[in-house]
């Protein structure tokens, strides 16, 4: 008998989740402790209800293998094109600074000749796509402003009707009337940088001289807002919680502010993807994040109004109802399948350099040999992104064998070793990811305890 | 006289067009167009569909195309449109003469739009003049007296259409009359018979569209004399899940109490299936839709329910013909209900005469030729 299940106990009880079956079943004590020791009997009790059944699993391999070649020729959703390698800011925990495996800054621009190329292969292999993107990014993408107005005119030659969304991602300290009259004229949603009150922001995200840029962002935003309130209305707002940051305080910035208080804000804490050293946040952190998510799960339950949830935490809503729809019942019967983490690489955010290289998406590091899926000129390499979509051979018979099977978030980022997909990198990741399923089935449980209606609120969120 | 017909912008919404334009009833395809950012400009229209070469070519140019055309079809693209967009193409088309049609999926882009449809188009298909009955004791379901063979299918691109047609020409050749009925808007291109709008109608009981249905099938029979009735039915015949609900499979639902079919073909998505799975649907179809399913149709496309925050959660991918073929091939020549493929034509022949074969066994059912 090799049933897969973990135990768990709350406050209010004790729990064990079945993998076969996908379910959080609630038991008694004496069965929590029984499980524990993978007593066979109580196991057998448990079969007879039709859970615990044996693991079937004999292999990894993504169900959408086959459909790869298919997805890359005809489902491409979303593509992001580098502007150029260049930015105005030398922000300390950028990528491109030195504290990851990555490339560094330069001023590589991309040719508006690769951009319209970009744009070509983006419309011609994404007929199943009914909504398609283009984003803009960099570097910061607005140095090449003359460019991207270019691109954007050749997008709508060739669109033909066709709706596109456009997105751009900045630093905001080069946002000036024309650019933004730009952006209101073209529909772009724009995504500015902004890691919290001055002191904190002024930290990490800085001018090459060393000098702040939280004062540049924040005049030019209070403009926008009093002439523009419309398009200010939709900016969105990424905070960087650096290990430096002092959570509260961004906190109560993001939250008190005048001028940003209509803003979404979502925060995002340093990736250790690729770092060179250890990313490591003090208890502080971890008291703060604590207790904020917390507020956001009493409001969720009814015990507290939305005006004591902080803006940074509102998206915890969000996730939980994601989390909780990983949990819809069902069977795993097959022998081959893979865990849930990774996207199909290319098909959801395509990623272009300034010299035409594909990438998964922006967030992998672009001078890993292994994660360059494709070159505008010769199209996607399908054996590169099959290998980056089945992470989860490298590590097969310990995904086989692991309870969080279909909570796993590891992607091939996680597991980069720059010629080849690295076991090592991966499997250091595990106890990491094993603790936040465990910690994620706590909550559902919790939660639902409490009567908080999941199905209602994922009606809501739309 | 045939009318030269354009189409666009070409997809695989509208592939069948191409695909058996040697079958079209009064029309001529012309020209096959899609915008130049398709990629599809001087590509085979098998490259959309993945079946076998056609020898069709697609193009870009919108302007030869309305050159070459008497009437021109609008179809709805299988991504997100700006409507504005087609008012112009439409109006474009208007201004040089050309009889407009549009497809009843662009009617609903234009209804989702909040858009009126622009004056001067006509709806492919639309068929809102039929005889509405009302269903009391006198009137009630009439015997059809011939043979019904009934494709119904679990979502949009099953190819059921494509079935009917291929069925239809097997039939045809060998001598037998047949009538067609259909709810998939090309099908008026091909002399079929459109499901009345009043199928459709919220506001009609759904007893008086079962009987009406009926009679308007009887109707058909009694003009037509068909020695065969294919009745195929576009919509999904269940839903996927709670809240992908294909509209509860209503559609199929009430045509199939209109009239029992001696034979069925169900048309599936591709996918590895398992007998219990094949088995329930079979079961399914056998109570609620009063249909035994004989054969499978599998398509070479795949659907994959993504979040349902997304504001379309169906995705559709298209497989190789040969990995649809071998899984055919290997997974279900065990499986006691014949499968084929509308891109295998020896497969279609082989389930053309075993409906034949099954017709003509039958003592209550006569079919002759």
């Known amino acids: 008998m090799n049933p897969i299940y973990k135990t768990f106990s709350t406050l209010s009880g004790f729990y064990v989740y079945d993998r076969s079956t996908n379910s959080i079943i609630n038991i008694e004590r004496n069965e929590f402790d029984l499980l524990n020791k993978n007593d066979n009997q109580t196991i057998i009790q448990f079969k007879k209800k039709g859970y615990m059944k044996d693991n079937s699993i004999e292999r990894i391999r993504h169900l959408s293998t086959d459909y790869l070649k298919h997805y890359l020729h005809n489902n491409i959703e979303q593509l992001t094109i580098q502007l150029t390698q260049n930015c105005n800011l030398r922000c300390s925990y950028c990528p491109y600074m030195g504290g990851y495996d990555n490339r560094k800054y330069s001023n590589k621009i991309i040719s508006i000749e690769t951009i319209r190329k970009g744009i070509d292969f983006l419309f011609a292999h994404s007929q199943n796509s009914k909504q398609i993107a283009i984003g803009f990014y960099g570097g910061e993408p607005l140095l090449e402003m003359p460019l991207l107005k270019e691109a954007v005119e050749y997008i709508e030659e060739v669109k033909e009707g066709r709706e596109v969304v456009l997105t751009l991602t900045t630093n905001g300290t080069l946002l000036t009337d024309d650019n933004v009259e730009f952006f209101m004229k073209k529909s772009f949603q724009i995504l500015i940088s902004l890691d919290g009150a001055k002191e904190y922001h002024n930290a990490n995200r800085v001018f090459p001289n060393g000098e702040g840029s939280f004062d540049v962002i924040m005049k030019k935003l209070r403009h926008i807002k009093e002439k523009y309130p419309t398009f200010f209305s939709k900016l969105t707002i990424n905070s960087v919680i650096s290990t430096n940051n002092d959570l509260s305080c961004s906190n109560d910035f993001f939250n008190a502010d005048e001028v940003l208080e209509q803003l979404v804000v979502n925060m995002t804490t340093l990736s250790e993807h690729n770092s060179k050293d250890s990313i490591l946040y003090d208890d502080s952190f971890k008291i703060i994040n604590d207790f904020e998510t917390c507020k956001a799960y009493l409001y969720m339950i009814g015990k507290i109004s939305q005006r004591h949830v902080s803006k940074l935490y509102k998206s915890s809503i969000g996730q939980v109802n994601s989390i909780y729809k990983t949990l819809e019942p069902h069977e795993i019967k097959e022998k081959e399948t893979h865990p849930g983490g990774p996207c199909l690489p290319g098909v959801s955010r395509l990623f272009m350099d300034v010299d035409g290289n594909f990438y998964p998406c922006e967030r992998v590091s672009e001078s890993s040999e292994i994660m360059r899926i494709g070159h505008i000129d010769s199209g996607i390499d399908i054996v590169k992104a099959k290998y980056l979509l089945n992470v989860g051979a490298i590590t097969e018979q310990e995904c086989i064998n692991c309870f969080a099977f279909n909570f796993c978030k590891a992607c091939c980022s996680s597991a980069d070793g720059n010629t080849e997909l690295s076991r090592e990198k991966k499997l250091a990741n595990c106890n990491n990811i094993k603790y936040s399923a465990l910690t994620d089935m706590k909550l559902i449980t919790m939660l639902k305890k409490f009567n908080y209606n999941f199905e209602e609120s994922a009606y809501e969120e739309k | 006289m045939d009318k030269n017909l354009m189409i666009y912008p070409f997809n695989k919404r509208v592939s069948a067009i191409a695909r058996y334009a040697q079958l079209l009833k009064g029309y001529i395809l012309t020209a096959a167009v899609s915008p130049k950012n398709y990629g599809y400009d001087g590509k085979d229209v098998s490259y959309i569909d993945g079946g076998e070469f056609v020898g069709i070519t697609i193009t870009s140019s919108f302007r030869e195309g309305l050159e070459q055309c008497d009437c021109i079809l ?62 009391n004791d006198t009137n009630t379901i009439q015997e059809i007296n011939v043979p019904i063979l ?150 070479n496309e795949t659907m994959f329910v993504k979040e349902i925050n997304y504001t379309d959660p169906l995705h559709y991918v298209s497989v190789d013909r040969d990995i649809l073929l071998n899984s055919i091939g290997s997974n279900f020549k065990d499986y006691d209900c014949m499968f084929f493929h509308t891109y295998d034509l020896v497969s279609v022949d082989a389930v053309y005469r075993d409906i034949l074969c099954k017709l003509s066994q039958n003592e209550d059912v006569v079919i002759t030729g």
């Open chain 2, 74 to 135: 609008f179809s709805a693209s299988t991504f997100l449109m700006d409507m504005n967009y087609y008012e112009e193409k439409i109006q474009e088309a208007g201004n040089c003469g050309k009889e407009i049609w549009i497809t009843k999926e662009l009617v609903k882009d234009f209804i989702n739009a909040q858009k009126s449809i622009p004056t001067g188009v006509k709806v492919l298909g639309s068929n809102p003049d039929q005889l509405r009955v009302s269903y």
């Open chain 2, 150 to 299: 009934s494709l119904f299918q679990v979502g949009e691109f099953c190819h059921g259409f494509d079935t009917q047609l291929l069925m239809a020409e097997r039939f045809e050749k060998e001598g037998y009359r047949v009538s067609k009925v259909s709810s998939n808007t090309l099908g008026a291109l091909f002399n079929v018979h459109m499901v009345p709008d009043y199928i459709y109608d919220p506001h009609m009981p759904y007893e008086d569209k079962i009987v009406s249905f009926n009679h308007f099938l009887n109707s058909i029979v009694e003009d037509n004399q068909p020695d065969i009735l294919l009745l195929e039915v576009e919509e999904a015949i269940l839903p996927y899940n709670n809240r992908i609900t294909n509209h509860f499979g209503v559609i199929p639902t009430i045509i199939s109490k209109s009239a029992q079919a001696d034979v069925s073909i169900l048309s599936l998505y591709y996918s590895d299936y398992d007998k219990e799975y094949l088995d329930r649907l079979r079961t399914f179809c056998r109570y609620a839709l009063n249909a035994e399913v004989n054969y499978i149709n599998m398509t």
